[in-house]
């Protein structure tokens, strides 16, 4: 998302962050065969992960948006009380030529896997993108 950002040169006018839902990969980079595979496409994924803070995120983006199902979920989970709600939503939802009703894992799918992510990822993203470029 980052990528397509900078590329519509909105780098000033959208920001974007990337957190999980549970605090396994927290402190890490991203996947070193991912950051290959993106790096192919011109992507450079220079984030660290971190956990989800409700508070803080919940009311400082306009988007909170998770990759499946259980993503989804867990957001939920975390706006206990609904507030955030129309923020919430799954990142297939903006895919523009796809029907795909989540991002798989592709850890253990080899470089196929990958490939297919960032697929749905940028068909996604840039749906994402046009959006947000309405609303701008």
Do not use: W
């Amino acid at each position: 998302m980052n990528g397509l950002i900078q590329k519509a040169g909105l780098e000033n006018e959208i920001a974007c962050d990337s957190a999980g839902t549970i605090a396994y990969h927290a402190g890490e980079p991203a996947d070193g065969r991912m950051q290959q595979h993106a790096q192919r496409r011109g992507y450079h994924l220079s984030s660290i992960s971190r956990q989800v803070q409700p508070r803080l995120d919940f009311e400082k983006f306009d988007y909170l948006i998770g990759m499946d199902d259980d993503n989804m979920h867990d957001l939920h989970a975390l706006d206990r009380a609904g507030q955030f709600i129309h923020k919430l939503f799954k990142i297939t939802d903006f895919c523009r030529s796809r029907r795909e009703k989540s991002v798989p894992d592709p850890y253990y799918g080899g470089s196929a896997g990958f490939e297919l992510v960032l697929d749905i990822l940028e068909d996604a993203c840039g749906g994402l993108l046009l959006k947000i470029k309405k609303e701008l």
